[in-house]
């Protein structure tokens, strides 16, 4: 593992309180505490997190309201779920 992937890594799990989160995504505080609230994040908040608050914030710009925003992302991790899970099951038909 290269240096720079090992510091990249250690950055992603860093803890982030939820104003920094807010300001690196650019949302205001009540969505970070929403989309916590709901069980969209987790309270110790990463910069993975960071990425997904910028999701929230594209769509909303798309209008899309911040109930709408947590659907579509559901829908989208659970797409992720079963692509992950149909290359598993790809995998063991090929072995």
Known sequence: MSKRHE???VQTHERISIRTAAQRAAVDGEVVMYCIE??????ALTE???H???RVRRLMSLG????GAEIIL???RRIQ????ELARLRMR???
């Open 7 to 9: 510091i990249t890594t």
């Open 81 to 84: 779920e079963l692509e992950a």
């Open 48 to 50: 993975d997190d960071v």
């Open 64 to 67: 899309v309201n911040l109930e």
């Open 74 to 76: 559901r829908l989208r």
């Open 38 to 43: 709901v069980g969209l994040l987790e309270e």
């Open 93 to 95: 038909l090929l072995s």
């Open 52 to 54: 997904e608050l910028r």
